[in-house]
Nanobody, 113 residues
Framework: QLQLVESGGGLVQPVGFLRLSCAASGFTLDYYAIGWFRQAPGKFEGLSCILPGDGKANYADSVKGRFAISKNNAKNTVYLQMNSLKPEDTAVYYC???????WGQGTQVTVSS
């Protein structure tokens, strides 16, 4: 059974960092594109996507240069390294498999002093 499970969220101070994980089961992650999204009150945003195979990635302008997506095929996991966090990064973060619009349950990230 296909499953995506996010983890790694929490409370962090501004300019801090977090690494989110998206653990996949039921399929081989390297064969599929995987994306990261976030939901803040009144705003839903696509952040980054990593392609299958060569792992090329793209980023939304709002996170370019601060966030980095990567994957570990041996662990069947995609990561989102988030640096220089800002209060406006506060949201629930989700990973997604676009091919069939499968979603994880989300992980809360709160950036606050």
């Amino acid at each position: 059974q296909l499953q995506l499970v996010e983890s790694g969220g929490g409370l962090v101070q501004p300019v801090g960092f977090l690494r989110l994980s998206c653990a996949a089961s039921g399929f081989t992650l390297d064969y599929y594109a995987i994306g990261w999204f976030r939901q803040a009150p009144g705003k839903f945003e696509g952040l980054s996507c990593i392609l299958p195979g060569d792992g090329k990635a793209n980023y939304a302008d709002s996170v370019k240069g601060r966030f980095a997506i990567s994957k570990n095929n041996a662990k069947n996991t995609v990561y989102l390294q988030m640096n220089s966090l800002k209060p406006e990064d506060t949201a629930v973060y989700y990973c997604n498999r676009p091919q069939d619009n499968s979603w994880g349950q989300g992980t809360q990230v709160t950036v606050s002093s």
